[in-house]
């Protein structure tokens, strides 16, 4: 499994600092990775995509703590040989975990949501 990514700078803030999002593990055939995130918070002047993994170099994070805030997240939706990249428009909490889940959506689509959750349901 793929280390925890922390797009921030001060990689030592304790979990009442930061929020999470972990891959829950209830309810998907599809394993949810993170693959870009813009900080689109009131506090960024310019807001720009950050790769955060590839299927070529380490691969795609499932975990990942952030700073309170906005984003827009592209995921990465695999399940076997097929893959997805949907997007989430999520604005998270400091001490909160979010369950990443992807979906089969409508029309041979492939869907996300990024929901509050508790930690019985998602991987730590």
Avoid: H
Avoid at 62 to 73: S, T
């Amino acid at each position: 499994m793929l280390p925890v990514s922390k797009p921030y700078k001060n990689k030592s803030l304790s979990n009442d600092k930061i929020a999470m999002l972990r891959p829950t593990i209830e309810n998907s055939t599809w394993v949810p990775g993170i693959s870009e995130i813009m900080n689109k918070s009131r506090d960024i002047e310019t807001p720009r995509w950050r790769s955060i993994g590839n299927s070529f170099i380490g691969g795609y994070p499932q975990r990942m703590n952030l700073l309170p805030g906005r984003y827009e997240i592209i995921f990465y939706c695999a399940n076997g040989n097929s893959y997805a990249f949907p997007r989430a428009k999520v604005v998270v909490e400091e001490g909160k975990i979010y369950s990443t889940r992807c979906f089969n959506a409508v029309d041979d689509q492939v869907g996300v949501e990024v929901i509050e959750s508790n930690i019985n349901n998602v991987k730590m």
